[in-house]
């Protein structure tokens, strides 16, 4: 699989926002499962954000409902991840993947192909 390109990542202040952008062109196919993952130093990788480009549909993590928002723009075959109210509970890399093969999005990582090198977030009290 293309691995995925990530980019927008940096340092804020909690309360601060950022806009994560990931690269999907290498994906041809017109239905797709795409998802944002993190993984915090000494942590295991989670789930944060699926989103179904056939119909937009999506899921969140419970920590992140209400303040993250994934979004495509399928034109650009480009994935977002707005995240607003940040945390420093927030603080991990963050990468995206895609899972070509389910209808329904989950949010877990080993669904996931075309793993990217990730954008670190960084979220300062």
């Known amino acids: 699989q293309v691995p995925l390109v990530e980019s927008g990542g940096g340092s804020v202040q909690a309360g601060g926002s950022l806009r994560l952008s990931c690269a999907a062109s290498g994906y041809s196919n017109s239905n797709y499962c795409l998802g944002w993952f993190r993984q915090a130093r000494g942590k295991e990788r989670e789930g944060v954000a699926a989103?179904?480009?056939?119909?937009?549909?999506?899921a969140y993590a419970d920590s992140v409902k209400g303040r993250f928002t994934i979004s495509q723009d399928n034109a650009k075959k480009t994935l977002y991840l707005q995240m607003n109210s940040l945390e420093p509970e927030d603080t991990a890399m963050y990468y995206c993947a895609a899972d070509p093969y389910r209808r329904t999005c989950e949010l877990r990582s080993y669904l996931y192909h075309g793993w990217g090198q990730g954008t670190q977030v960084t979220v300062s009290s």
């Open positions: 989103i179904w480009t056939g119909d937009g549909s999506t």
